[in-house]
């Protein structure tokens, strides 16, 4: 039987790594408002979701595009990024003060900028473009108008993604630093807090389980609406569920400040100020990854795993756990602030006790294979081989496997691999045995991932040595499909022999039912066309331009998958 030797916690005083202690200074009277409108927020600055912080403030616009978007200062279009996802169109602006502006989910731009992005693209023949632009190239200055808002990428609705970064390392800091004309004085709500018994020494009301407790969120001064003090023994650690309210908005933002105090003990402090992109992931180990799965229930746990690189923790004790270990009551002191020093502060108790019953013991017995955070992990079965970098897993793992019987029809098992509760930080290697498969359709193989109603999403892959071999990011149920159906091409405003001259533009509609897009082109006459895409709505747009011409025009349409199965769409069209 396999066993994992606990090491007992001894409650030590550490520092924790990061820049939150740092004394930050931004300037405040430099940038104007990239709107000409009050500014009203659809999203704040580092608002904790799955598999990533918020990096920006997300401005509402009214539910309207076409809106004027300015240069909050002097400077220079140092990058374009144009694409079908993300922040769709998107421009970044460098200012002589070493500080970088970006503004996202665009509908166009102006005449110069715009005209530049058109050139490159057809340079390219590709609507997709991210490119760098020389300092010489598109100058601009403070409030010229730049650009006009939309819904492009993955927004969600009309809206300015806006985002002020270091332009020496491209970190991302909060807009509301700067001064911009915006006012707060509400103070953020506690929604709940939740108590975790860290290990098997642990007890939470004399039980291995969590125990979340509603908070009442009205006033700055909020208490737990539970009457009977929750029972604590060994390593604990606790998450709060809490989000910023600004004045005149229903919009829940994230917390700029967690102070996380038992007793007189500063036991953990994190500060929401800058980030770098690269650590945006890590929002999926400072989450309840579980509670967010189960229910969306986003609760921060004021804890620091062993893989958690996030670089603005503070100070505090041993990465947030403590120690109970005496019969005493102990005071547990929550302090959440947002940027603009509005504070909301939650008090509750805890009663400690000694170690009782089968929680006494010093192991425990694991019922998979252990994964180590800290290592590179190797992991084989019949027909699996499953291989993850040392970075992928935030704590050591008891990995649950298993393997069944695919349905009728389907080629190989389904593998289990631990469940959708757990995350998986860095892209993983997963390679299926590749049995049964005809030689005709092996080119149409690929991975899927099932989930619970069976649906299947591709995840791509490549023939290597009798397995298919991809990426993943996900724990879950894989297996392999076949896919020989080729996207379809649906005209929306657009015919054979139809007559356009009244029209501004042609669309379509693009779908596939499992390996997704992969590629499309658009020509007139032989000649490439800039189709505008936009993900998620699956549409493809050409404004008509200078390569339609009078009278008929022969168009061309050429829609490819994720595994190159390819559909084309032909007919002529009269202007």
């Not at 991302?172 to 975790?196: A, C, E, S």
């Amino acid at each position: 039987m396999k066993q994992l030797i606990y090491i007992p916690f001894f409650f030590l005083l550490l520092i924790f790594p990061g820049k939150p202690g740092a004394q930050n200074t931004y300037p405040k009277n430099q940038f104007r408002s990239p709107i000409d409108f009050p500014i009203m927020l659809a999203g704040g600055f580092g608002d904790v979701r799955k598999n990533h912080f918020h990096s920006g403030i997300d401005i509402r616009t009214g539910g309207e595009e076409g809106k004027p978007v300015y240069a909050i200062a002097d400077g220079y279009v140092s990058r374009v990024n144009i694409s079908s996802g993300g922040f769709g169109k998107a421009i970044y602006i460098t200012h002589p003060n070493g500080f970088t502006s970006l503004y996202g989910h665009l509908k166009g731009f102006n005449a110069a900028i715009g005209a530049w992005i058109r050139e490159q693209q057809y340079k390219n023949e590709s609507f997709v473009l991210d490119s760098p632009v020389d300092p010489g190239v598109l100058k601009v200055k403070k409030g010229d108008v730049i650009a006009y808002s939309g819904n492009t990428g993955l927004s969600e609705g009309p809206h300015l993604h806006f985002e002020i970064r270091d332009a020496a390392t491209q970190e991302i800091i909060n807009p509301m630093l700067f001064g911009l004309p915006f006012k707060d004085n509400t103070p953020p709500k506690i929604y709940n807090v939740r108590i975790y018994p860290l290990d098997e020494m642990s007890m939470v009301n004399f039980t291995g389980n969590a125990a979340t407790l509603p908070v009442n969120a009205s006033g700055a001064d909020c208490r737990v609406t539970s009457k009977d003090t929750t029972k604590v023994s060994g390593n604990i650690i606790f998450g709060i569920q809490a989000f910023d309210f600004s004045n005149d908005t229903g919009s829940r933002d994230g917390i700029s400040l967690i102070e996380l105090y038992v007793d007189t003990a500063l036991c953990f402090s994190q500060k929401f100020e800058r980030f770098a992109f690269a650590e945006t992931r890590y929002a999926n180990s400072l989450l309840d990854y579980p509670q967010v799965m189960r229910n969306g229930q986003r609760i921060m746990r004021s804890y620091i795993a062993p893989n958690n690189k996030l670089s603005m923790y503070g100070k505090g004790l041993n990465r947030g756990i403590v120690n109970f270990n005496d019969n005493k009551l102990h005071k547990v002191i929550y302090v959440v602030k947002d940027a603009f020093g509005n504070t909301s502060k939650l008090t509750f108790m805890v009663k400690s006790h000694l170690p009782v019953g089968g929680r006494m013991r010093n192991e425990r017995t694991l019922k998979g294979t252990l994964l180590s955070c800290g290592k590179p992990n190797h992991f084989t079965s019949d027909g699996i081989i499953f291989d993850l970098p040392a970075d992928a897993l935030y704590e050591d793992l008891d990995f649950i496997f298993s393997a069944s019987a695919a349905a009728p029809g389907a080629f190989g098992r389904v593998y289990h691999l631990q469940n959708e509760f757990t995350p998986i930080h860095s892209a993983s290697t997963l390679a299926l045995k590749a049995d049964g498969i005809p030689s005709s359709l092996s080119s149409k193989a690929l991975i899927v991932k099932v989930d619970n109603e069976g649906h299947l999403g591709g995840r791509g892959g490549k023939m290597e040595n009798g397995f298919l071999k991809t990426q993943i990011r996900e724990f879950g149920d894989y297996r392999i499909a076949i896919d020989t159906v080729p996207p379809q091409i649906k005209p929306v405003n657009v015919a054979q022999n139809k007559n356009v001259s009244k029209q501004r533009d042609i669309s379509f509609k693009i779908t596939d039912n499992l390996s997704g897009i992969q590629s499309y082109r658009g020509t007139l006459n032989g000649k490439w066309i800039l189709m505008d895409f936009d993900a998620k709505s699956g549409r493809l747009i050409y404004a008509f331009d200078d390569r339609i011409r009078v009278g008929k025009n022969n168009l061309r349409m050429v829609v490819k998958d994720g595994i190159g199965n390819e559909s084309i769409y032909q007919a002529t069209i009269i202007r």
